[in-house]
């Protein structure tokens, strides 16, 4: 079983993050740059919350504006769960899908090690998956097993 530490180890431990005082605008083209969803909001090096472009087409579509030059703080997601670097991709699909979240920043004691999206987690499970029937393959038609 996978856990989040493998994930880390090939996807990186690459983690962008802005302040809470940061632009919609600036925010915005940080995530274009580094081709990320959603950025860690962080104040006096602590997580305070998460911006993803979701936060950002949802509030658009509920108030019917963009304030391209108004605060992170206003869109950010509060409340952030974060997972550790020994949980399994398992209890990550899990979280994922209960709590509707797309992104999950990696905690190993009070520093932020990674971040892992939707996307990295439905990979692994599928490569998961894959070797699984693979080797079930090998073993009912006897390949590799000293003929």
Not at 126 to 141: D, F, G, H, R, V
Request: proline fraction near 2%.
């Amino acid at each position: 079983m996978a856990i989040v530490r493998d994930l880390l180890k090939v996807k990186g431990e690459q983690v962008w993050s802005v302040s809470p005082d940061t632009s919609v605008l600036e925010a915005l083209v940080m995530m274009a740059e580094k081709e990320v969803g959603a950025l860690i909001v962080l104040e006096f090096g602590r997580i305070i919350g998460i911006i993803s472009e979701r936060d950002f087409a949802r509030s658009i579509a509920k108030t019917g504006q963009c304030v391209i030059n108004g605060n992170i703080k206003d869109y950010m997601t509060h409340g952030v769960i974060c997972v550790t670097p020994t949980q399994s991709i398992e209890d990550c699909m899990h979280i994922m899908t209960q709590k509707r979240f797309r992104h999950l920043p990696v905690m190993e004691g009070n520093k932020l090690v990674g971040m892992i999206s939707i996307g990295d987690v439905v990979k692994e499970v599928i490569a998961s998956k894959e070797s699984t029937i693979n080797t079930l393959e090998n073993y009912i038609e006897g390949r590799g097993y000293g003929q």
